[in-house]
C-alpha cells in the first residue's frame, strides 16, 4: 500500500509540473504572438495647441483650437497665420483623412479676416481616427485653382500640415457661427498670449536691474579699495573699475530696450482689453 501510494503521488507531482510547464508555454506563445492577432493601437498625432510653427517661407501659423461636434458631425479649426515680409502667397486649404491621404477634401471658411480663419470641415465620420488640415502657399499664377497643379507643384506649395486626432480632440456643440464669437476668441487668445510676453519682458527687466547693482555694488568696493592700494595696484584696480562702467553702460542700454518692450506689451494689453470690453457689451 506504501509502495503504491508513494507512485501515486510521484504521478500528481509529476502532472502539475508537466501542466504549469504547459500552461506557461501557452502563455508565452499567445502573448509573444498577440500582435500577428490584434493590430497595435496607433500612437496619437495631433498638432499642439498655442504653440507657433515657423514654415519654410518664413511665415509663422498657429493652432488656437480644433474641436468635434457629434451631432453635425463637423470639425472646427481655428488658426492664424503671420506672413512673413513681402510674402504674397495665396492661402489654400484642405484635408485628408489618414486612411485616404490621395483623397482631398474642400474647407468651409467660416471666418477669415486679418488672417485668421475658422475653417469648417463637413460629414466627418464619428470614426475618422485621424486627419490631417494641409495649408497650401500658392504665387498670383497659381491661385486661380488647387487642383490644375501638377503633383510635383503641390508639393512644392505645401507649407504645413496640422493633425487631429479622434482619441484626444475636444468634444463642442457647433451651435454658433456668429461673427463676433469668432472675434473675440481670437482677441482671447491675443490677451492671453500678450500676458505671458508681459510676463517675460517684466521678469527679464527685472533681472536685468539686478544685475546693474550687483555692478555697482562690485565698482564701489573697488574703489573704496583703492586708497589703501601701491601705485601699480591702483592702475590694475582702476581698469577693472573702467570695465565695470562700460558693462553697466551696456546694460542700461539694454534696460532700456527692454522697457520699451515693456511698455509696447502694456499697451497692446489695454487695447485687447479694451476690444474684449466692447466685444461683450
Request: proline share 2%; charged share 35%.
Amino acid at each position: 500500500m506504501r509502495r503504491q501510494t508513494r507512485r501515486r503521488l510521484t504521478q500528481n507531482v509529476s502532472r502539475f509540473y508537466l501542466g504549469l510547464g504547459v500552461f506557461f508555454v501557452i502563455g508565452f506563445l499567445f502573448f509573444g504572438t498577440s500582435s500577428f492577432f490584434f493590430a497595435e493601437e496607433s500612437l496619437v498625432n495631433e498638432t499642439p495647441i498655442n504653440e507657433p510653427i515657423r514654415l519654410s517661407n518664413g511665415e509663422t501659423v498657429t493652432l488656437h483650437a480644433s474641436s468635434y461636434d457629434t451631432k453635425t458631425k463637423t470639425m472646427r479649426i481655428r488658426l492664424s497665420l503671420d506672413d512673413a515680409p513681402g510674402n504674397t502667397n495665396n492661402h489654400v486649404f484642405r484635408y485628408v483623412y489618414k486612411a485616404r491621404p490621395d483623397s482631398e477634401k474642400e474647407v468651409d471658411f467660416l471666418y477669415d479676416r486679418n488672417d485668421q480663419y475658422v475653417l469648417e470641415l463637413k460629414d466627418v465620420p464619428s470614426d475618422f481616427d485621424q486627419l490631417a488640415v494641409r495649408i497650401y502657399g500658392l504665387n498670383e499664377s497659381q491661385s486661380i485653382s488647387i487642383d490644375t497643379l501638377t503633383s510635383e507643384e503641390r508639393e512644392n506649395g505645401l507649407l504645413t500640415s496640422l493633425y487631429a486626432d479622434r482619441r484626444t480632440i475636444e468634444q463642442a456643440s457647433h451651435t454658433s457661427s456668429d461673427e463676433t464669437t469668432f472675434t473675440k476668441l481670437f482677441v482671447e487668445d491675443g490677451l492671453v498670449k500678450t500676458e505671458r510676453q508681459l510676463e517675460k519682458a517684466q521678469q527679464a527687466v527685472e533681472a536685468q536691474r539686478q544685475q546693474i547693482t550687483r555692478l555697482d555694488r562690485d565698482k564701489k568696493e573697488l574703489e573704496d579699495e583703492l586708497p589703501y592700494l601701491s601705485l601699480d595696484e591702483q592702475v590694475e584696480q582702476e581698469n577693472e573699475i573702467f570695465d565695470l562702467s562700460r558693462k553697466r553702460d551696456e546694460l542700461t542700454l539694454e534696460l532700456d530696450k527692454l522697457e520699451q518692450s515693456v511698455q509696447a506689451l502694456e499697451e497692446k494689453h489695454d487695447k485687447l482689453r479694451v476690444r474684449l470690453r466692447e466685444l461683450s457689451i
